[in-house]
């Protein structure tokens, strides 16, 4: 049997839990971040590093990525388990060796990284906080913080993405956030984005004194499953590979319109 449809209170005062209408976003966000380990231990970091496993609809198996990220300058590289595929990105461009996906590699490079970083993301230059609201997800009885997050002109590759973070009202944990993707590589022609979806962190581990996910489920705005991911083999401390900032013979640069 699907969940009941979400129910939106986004930006109604009137709605607002008395958590919501005593905090500032910013107070929210600050305390969120603090339940994630803090700021500061997060920034101090080198790399952050994990294998990930992504399951499509309610498939119990996937295909795994390594993920190795570089912090600050947010260099990347991937590699794919049991296959000849790599990618690369060096903050400008990416590119990609025997690339079997459907989507592009730019798009790839720190897709995971984001969702399971996020907690902390939501403090970048160009990040813009909206007000405090609330808000159920499907059958969950818990009335979440929620803060919608936007980005100037002209911040990443997709300043038109959006995220609604849903705050545990007493843990201040990150339970989900609602998304939509405006990547137009991946869109028809004349769309502005995906329909949104309802990204559920399942389950949360710590990691060095940071609390990073797990496990996380995503939705359709339906309740219908659209996917899920599994986190595995974190680490903030592996060396960055600067070799792999070096374009191989062969490589393909992607080319694709964000």
């Not at 498939?59 to 296959?83: I, N």
């Not at 913080?145 to 007493?170: N, S």
Request: proline residues 9%; contains cysteine.
């Amino acid at each position: 049997m699907r969940r009941t449809a979400i129910r939106w209170t986004l930006g109604l005062a009137l709605l607002a839990t008395p958590a919501a209408a005593a905090l500032t976003a910013e107070q929210i966000v600050d305390r969120m971040i603090a339940a994630h380990g803090g700021m500061e231990r997060w920034l101090a970091t080198p790399t952050v590093s994990f294998e990930d496993e992504f399951r499509p609809g309610t498939a119990t198996e996937g295909s795994p990525s390594r993920v190795m990220v570089e912090q600050g300058r947010r260099r990347a590289y991937l590699d794919f388990p049991g296959t000849e595929m790599r990618l690369s990105w060096d903050g400008e461009k990416a590119w990609s060796e025997n690339w079997q996906f459907p989507y592009p590699p730019r798009f790839l490079a720190l897709l995971n990284y984001y969702f399971a970083n996020l907690p902390w993301l939501v403090e970048d230059p160009g990040v813009v906080l909206g007000d405090p609201g609330s808000g159920k997800l499907f059958d969950d009885p818990t009335e979440y913080l929620t803060i919608r997050v936007t980005y100037e002109p002209g911040v990443g590759d997709t300043p038109d993405d959006y995220y609604v973070l849903y705050v545990h009202p007493e843990s201040f944990e990150l339970r989900a956030n609602e998304y939509v993707v405006t990547y137009r590589a991946l869109l028809p022609e004349g769309v502005a984005s995906t329909d949104p979806h309802i990204l559920i962190y399942d389950e949360w581990t710590e990691v060095d004194g940071l609390k990073v996910p797990a496990h996380y489920t995503n939705y359709e705005l339906d309740g219908t499953v659209y996917g899920s991911c599994a986190f595995r083999d974190w680490s903030f401390s592996r060396p960055f590979d600067e070799s792999r900032m070096v374009m191989p013979p062969g490589a393909v640069v992607d080319d694709s319109n964000p």
